[in-house]
């Protein structure tokens, strides 16, 4: 399998593809679909938030006479695809070892979101397309303007993104080679600006009872759609309180410890390679206080514990933690920013995996199991 990880790796997304266009096709029609719900969101009633994708699928659908389920169904498709084409060429040279093999197929990462089709095809998958196209720019210059542009998009489709607008910085960061903060730093931040004041303006400013009203009249009289689910929670959990007011009575040890178990399980071989991985250049701002890279992963994600607190959809929010971390680090790692220490493979903790048939056992059982 580490000879042939881009062979194994183009057929576990083709296969995954193949799930994901019939999952999609069967459930687009559902009238409770989680998925649609979201996707219908748009500005009849005028500004609100994730109301930019919605509002092009209905321009569409009117355009071309096709149904608005349908025309979300196309995008849908092709949104899918796009993330798996773009992760095959982040990942599909990359120097593999058996811990990361663990990592690539762990059940949080691309497998989670057909595994859980309530999931599949949700806003997010915009976000990791952004995330990655923007791994893949090397002028500065086109970088910023992608800033500007892409993350403000980004801010429209789903706002929870600005959680993670520490990891493009991270990037920008490492690939400056910063050792302190001076005025290029700062004028690199300018350009996260419009989108988090977009952000702000959302969070801010949430729709009101009249307009989403004027929302629901739309859909039903026009497309004979119901605005529920994530559609009706823009009025349900409009303001900042009742996002986290709504989590309040859904905490428990039980809950607790099971996502303790996810996390820990799920980001075990992503730990493991951070806690064993170094840069290869020093003194680069804040990166240079830690010894490894497990650290600075947490401290970015930390901000995350909002995102937790506002919203139960949990099982997501690891998935996209995990997201932004694996891609994250596999960048590094394969541009050389980072080297992974292979004694622990050699001879340390974890050499029983040389072991194919163990190796195999495991992975089936981690992977699939």
């Given at each position: ?221 026009n497309f ?84 937790f607190s ?8 690891v998935n ?50």
């Open positions: 399998m580490i000879n042939n990880f881009k062979k194994f790796f183009f057929y576990y997304l083709s296969l995954l593809f193949i799930f994901s266009f019939i999952y999609l096709v069967k459930k687009h029609d559902v009238g409770n679909d989680s998925t649609i719900s979201e996707w219908i969101i748009n500005y009849s009633g005028g500004f609100t938030k994730r109301g930019i994708i919605g509002e092009i699928c209905i321009l569409i659908a009117n355009t071309f006479n096709i149904s608005l389920r349908d025309t979300i169904l196309i995008f849908q498709i092709i949104i899918v695809a796009l993330y798996f084409v773009l992760l095959f060429i982040l990942i599909k040279d990359i120097k593999t070892n058996r811990i990361l093999i663990f990592s690539v197929f762990s059940p949080i990462f691309i497998l989670y979101p057909v595994a859980e089709v309530e999931v599949l095809a949700r806003k997010e998958v915009f976000i990791f397309c952004i995330f990655i196209l923007y791994l893949f720019i090397n002028n500065p210059f086109l970088r910023n303007l992608y800033k500007v542009v892409f993350l403000s998009l980004a801010v429209l489709i789903w706002e929870p993104v600005v959680f993670y607008f520490i990891f493009f910085l991270a990037i920008d960061i490492i690939d400056n080679k910063w050792e302190r903060i001076d005025k290029k730093l700062f004028l690199n931040l300018a350009f996260y600006f419009p989108a988090i004041l977009i952000a702000g303006y959302i969070a801010l400013n949430p729709i009101s009872v009249e307009n989403h009203a004027i929302l629901e009249n739309f859909l039903e009289k004979n759609e119901t605005c529920y689910m994530s559609c009706q929670m823009l009025k349900s959990k409009s303001s900042l309180y009742a996002q986290f007011e709504a989590n309040f009575e859904k905490y428990s040890f039980e809950v607790f410890f099971r996502y303790f178990l996810i996390i820990l399980f799920g980001f075990g071989p992503l730990i493991i390679l951070s806690k064993n991985s170094n840069f290869t250049l020093n003194n680069i701002l804040f990166f240079k206080y830690f010894s490894n890279l497990f650290m600075p992963i947490s401290i970015m994600l930390s901000p995350v514990i909002l995102l506002m919203g139960f959809d949990w099982g997501r929010w996209i933690s995990y997201v932004f971390s694996i891609i994250f680090y596999l960048y590094l790692y394969e541009n050389k920013k980072i080297i992974f220490n292979n004694f622990i493979l050699e001879k340390g903790y974890f050499k029983f995996i040389n072991n194919s048939k163990i190796f195999m056992i495991l992975f089936i059982i981690f992977c699939f199991g």
